[in-house]
Structures are given as C-alpha cells and as structure tokens.
C-alpha cells in the first residue's frame, strides 16, 4: 500500500450515492465503454474500445488496488437508494506532494441529461478539499465536447482558459483543451 491513499468511503449527494466498483458493475461499464457517443469523446488511444466484458471486470476490480498504490479514486455512480450505474467520477494524476488531482467523469448512455455527472463530480471535488485536505482539482475537456464542458460549468469548477494542441484527435489533427479548476478556497462560504 503506498503511503498516501485516499479513504475508501461512499460520497453521498441528495440524488447519488458514489461509491466503489464491483465486479457486478461490469456489464453496465461495458455497456457504457461501448456507446457510441462515449468514443467520439473518448481519448485518442483510449485502451477499451472494443474491450470485451472479461476486461471491463479486470478495470472494474482493479479500481481498488489502484486506490491503495495512492494512484486516485474511482467511484461508481448510482441513483442514492440504489440501483442501476449512472456513472463514473475520478481523481486521477494525483500528486500527493502538492496536494492536487485532475478529475474525469463519463455518464452511462440511459443516464444522461438528467444532470448527474456534474453534481457527482462537484461531490468527489468537495470531498477531496475539504475531507482529504487537497488544495486544487482540475479538470480537462476538449473544447468542442460541449456536454463535459457544461458539466464542469454545472459542478462549480472555474475555467481558467484553453490550452492548445496537447493531445492528438481522432480526425489526426491536434486537440485544445479547455481548463477548469476547483481550489479549497471556493468551497468558503462568501462574505456577506
């Protein structure tokens, strides 16, 4: 086990509950790997396009031991009395000398539009701030994916501004993105 790790807790919203994978989860993360709308945004390089449901159990258990060697969170997304998985949110990029991680999120194909990736990600954000003492998340979007762009607007990170051509697109030109953050100092309640 490293020496930094995050705690393994549910994070628990007014709709959502966010917890651990399960190996039960697989079948739904397969579902959700293949859809169609999912890989246009996915990133160039993306390991499970294609990927079988064998491999999305093997991601599925392998969140656990990634959260013990201190490399992020991933928490499954589901409805808070249960259910069916709605998403994913996590930490990732971590850097425990500085306090900060980057944050991805993805919602399944029958969940979307009803906002919850956004309150799932502002969830996981507050509680990496105010909980596990980190001091910035960040978040990167490509700048034509206008629904992760609208969930990192919905969730209370601010943009910062747009780095251009970091990563490869599909269509073999370069990719800009769109940079937001959350900082500790948001979460405080404004002067009035």
């Known amino acids: ?21 399960a190996a039960s989860d697989a079948g739904d993360v397969h579902a959700a790997w293949q859809d169609e709308q999912f890989m246009r945004t996915a990133p160039v390089g993306y390991p499970y396009a294609g990927a079988d449901l064998a491999t999305a159990a093997e991601w599925c258990n392998g969140t656990e031991k990634r959260r013990q060697d201190g490399l992020g969170a991933e928490l499954a997304v589901e409805p808070r009395g249960g259910g069916r998985l709605l998403g994913h949110v996590a930490l990732f990029s971590v850097r425990w000398s500085l306090r900060i991680a980057e944050i991805h999120y993805w919602t399944a194909p029958w969940a979307r539009g009803h906002g919850y990736a956004g309150e799932a990600a502002r969830a996981v954000a507050e509680w990496a701030l105010r909980d596990v003492a980190f001091e910035r998340i960040s978040l990167q979007a490509d700048v034509h994916n206008t629904a992760s762009r609208r969930v990192a607007d919905a969730a209370g990170f601010h943009f910062e501004g747009v780095q251009r051509s970091v990563v490869p697109a599909r269509d073999g030109s370069r990719m800009d993105l769109a940079v937001y953050s959350l900082i500790r100092a948001d979460l405080r309640p404004s002067p009035v």
């Open 1 to 21: 086990m490293a020496d930094h790790v995050f705690p393994r807790v549910d994070v628990e919203t007014r709709r959502l509950r966010l917890r651990s994978f």
